[in-house]
């Protein structure tokens, strides 16, 4: 089997594992951020696999409410999978690092949004 076929066979266990935990059948312990309870300041991941979650059972205005990029990383979760299992192409390893560093800035600017907006966070 290709590394690339692998991977997205990967991929597709843990979105069915994550599609089972947000329906409820299976039942995944989910532990706390542990940032968040040392020194009571979110981290910029924290409600974000709720957020995954909820955008896998379909509430997109939930998954929204928790984490903005909740719903955008289900997507990009399947387009992933797509090119890797359907197609079977790997992904450029160039092409994925510039959307790593690109989300990573992103997703410290959302945080600084909503450490500066405590409305934004649920």
């Given at each position: 089997?290709?590394?690339?076929?692998?991977?997205?066979?990967?991929?597709?266990?843990?979105?069915?594992a994550l599609a089972g935990r947000s329906?409820?059948?299976?039942?995944?312990?989910?532990?706390?951020?542990?940032?968040?309870?040392?020194?009571?300041?979110?981290?910029?991941?924290?409600?974000?696999?709720?957020?995954?979650l909820a955008a896998l059972r379909g509430?997109?205005?939930?998954?929204?409410?928790?984490?903005?990029?909740?719903?955008?990383?289900?997507?990009?979760?399947?387009?992933?999978?797509?090119?890797?299992?359907?197609?079977?192409?790997?992904?450029?390893?160039?092409?994925?690092?510039?959307?790593?560093?690109?989300?990573?800035?992103?997703?410290?600017?959302?945080?600084?949004?909503?450490?500066?907006?405590?409305?934004?966070?649920?």
């Amino acid at each position: 089997m290709r590394p690339a076929r692998r991977r997205g066979l990967g991929l597709a266990g843990l979105m069915a594992a994550l599609a089972g935990r947000s329906w409820g059948v299976l039942p995944l312990p989910l532990w706390s951020c542990p940032i968040r309870q040392l020194t009571g300041v979110p981290c910029p991941t924290c409600y974000l696999t709720s957020s995954v979650l909820a955008a896998l059972r379909g509430d997109l205005a939930g998954a929204l409410r928790l984490h903005a990029f909740g719903p955008p990383l289900v997507l990009l979760a399947a387009g992933v999978l797509w090119h890797q299992l359907v197609l079977g192409r790997a992904i450029d390893r160039r092409a994925l690092t510039g959307w790593i560093v690109g989300g990573s800035f992103l997703a410290w600017l959302y945080w600084l949004l909503r450490l500066a907006h405590p409305a934004l966070m649920p």
